[in-house]
């Protein structure tokens, strides 16, 4: 078709440049300095936000396990307690059967097992007792109250043990409280 032949719609359209029409939309779709400071300020906020609710969360974490590491020590040593009353009620039958006891015998024989009912609860929770008569003093498991002279134990031995120590796992709960001697009697 000529120009003449083709419809007078298609001859009035000015000629169209490709290359300026790929600049026109590359140039519209680019964001306004305005467009870019609104999306910055929505991310901003939007981290922001977070930003906010992560340290709140954490805060309540740290409240929350605040609140139980509490309530743990509070209530520690509630099983050891409760492994200790049988040894208690013993402790009071015996006291109970002393009063109408007729030998010694029986009741010494009562106190010894309530006292063996209670060694074998600490042993159950890590509780054991420091072995000091005979043994070189170490001031970590003793406490010397007396230093005596002895022709039986060398200086510095452990000769009479007046109140039991004892260690939890590897930690002194008490020490022992020992006469220790200080070497033979001076003639």
Known sequence: MSEM???EEIQNQPEEN???EAEKETVDETPTIEEQLQTALAERDEAQD??????????????????????????AAAPFIQSLLPALDNLKRAIDAAESADHVDELKQGVEMVAKQIVDIFSQHDIKAIDALGKPFDPNLHEALQQLPSDEHPPMTVMQELEQGFILNDRVVRPTKVIVSSGPTES
């Open 50 to 75: 977070r930003f906010l609710r992560s340290q709140a969360e954490l805060d309540n974490t740290r409240k929350r396990y605040q609140k139980e590491l509490a309530q743990t020590r509070q209530y």
């Open 5 to 7: 032949e083709q419809p």
């Open 18 to 20: 490709p290359i300026e």
